[in-house]
């Protein structure tokens, strides 16, 4: 049985490490970024991302002030497991006084902030049932500075793969420097509408840098990237080679009447931390 508490201390454990240390895939492609720029500014900027990152992680402090909503993946295998959710949000809760985090909560009408991170429906659990021995759980605090530019289309299965291409490049223009660029674009593809968006956000939790496993998408990343890139908004919006870091595109079947696409923008601060747990 992993019991409630373990639950509680490993959300806490892993939204600690999520926002004070980032992941070295996204370390190192911003350091290969700012070997490729030319641009001095673009320079100076990814040079003051990098600093920052290093500070957080050598004072244990978030990276960055927003400390994002909490949204947690959890991958369900054949164990036995005490007040899932109670020990997600528990764990969610101390974070916010230990971590500390901001607390960023609030009823979308009144406005009126939690003060913990917990609200309705909050944190956004998503719970996928796997045939393993374990259970994984994955936080991903998300900013809304780039949450705020996240897109959906229903596309017609006509427009097929320039369709994705042209309005993720269009979706990801639009935002120029909100989301804090260089920035890492989740794409999901397939499903439902609320699918779409989901495996989007998903995608964001694959490593940057390595290549699709399906060559056909792998391709279809690199074009869109290729693009992204070449329109020069730059780190932080403000000019170079680097509008982008990676872009990650998962994909389920649909309708045959559909082709639901979903647009997932992240900062450069891609922060998410994973952890498997067995019965005690």
């Known amino acids: 049985m992993i019991s409630e508490k ?4 490993t959300v806490c454990q892993l939204y600690k490490e999520a926002v004070n240390d980032l992941n070295e895939d996204v370390v190192k492609s911003l350091e290969n970024a700012l070997k490729n720029e030319d641009d001095d500014l673009a320079k100076l900027n990814i040079e003051a991302i990098l600093k920052n990152i290093k500070i957080a992680h050598e004072k244990q402090i978030p990276m960055c002030q927003d400390t994002g909503l909490g949204i947690v993946f959890v991958k369900l295998g054949n164990v036995q497991v005490e007040n899932l959710k109670e020990g997600i949000k528990k764990g969610v809760a101390k ?15 009144t406005r009126k902030n939690s003060g913990n991170n917990i609200g309705i429906g909050i944190p956004y659990i998503n719970v996928e049932l796997t045939d393993t021995d374990y ?25 097929g793969k320039k369709g994705i291409k042209d309005f993720t490049v269009q ?6 420097g909100k989301p804090c660029p260089p920035m890492i674009v989740g794409v999901g593809v397939g499903g439902t509408s609320d699918f779409a968006m989901k495996l989007a956000k998903e995608a964001l939790i694959e490593e940057v840098g390595k290549p699709n496993e399906d060559p056909e ?12 890139n070449a329109n020069g908004k730059g780190p932080m919006g403000l000019g ?12 389920v ?15 450069w601060a891609n922060r998410h931390a994973t952890k498997i747990l067995k019965d005690e």
């Open 240 to 251: 170079g080679k680097t509008t982008a870091l990676d872009v990650k595109i998962k994909k």
């Open 253 to 267: 079947d649909t309708h045959t009447a559909g082709l639901p696409i979903g647009v997932c923008i992240q900062c």
């Open 95 to 109: 974070a916010t006084k230990d971590v500390p985090l901001r607390p960023n909560i609030v009823d979308p009408l």
């Open 135 to 159: 259970l994984e759980i994955t936080v991903l605090p998300k900013g809304f500075g780039s949450e705020n530019n996240n897109k959906l289309k229903m596309a017609l299965p006509s427009e």
């Open 6 to 9: 373990t639950i509680e201390n």
């Open 171 to 176: 979706t990801v223009l639009q935002a120029g």
């Open 217 to 228: 998408l792998a391709e279809l990343e690199k074009e869109i990237l290729e693009e992204i």
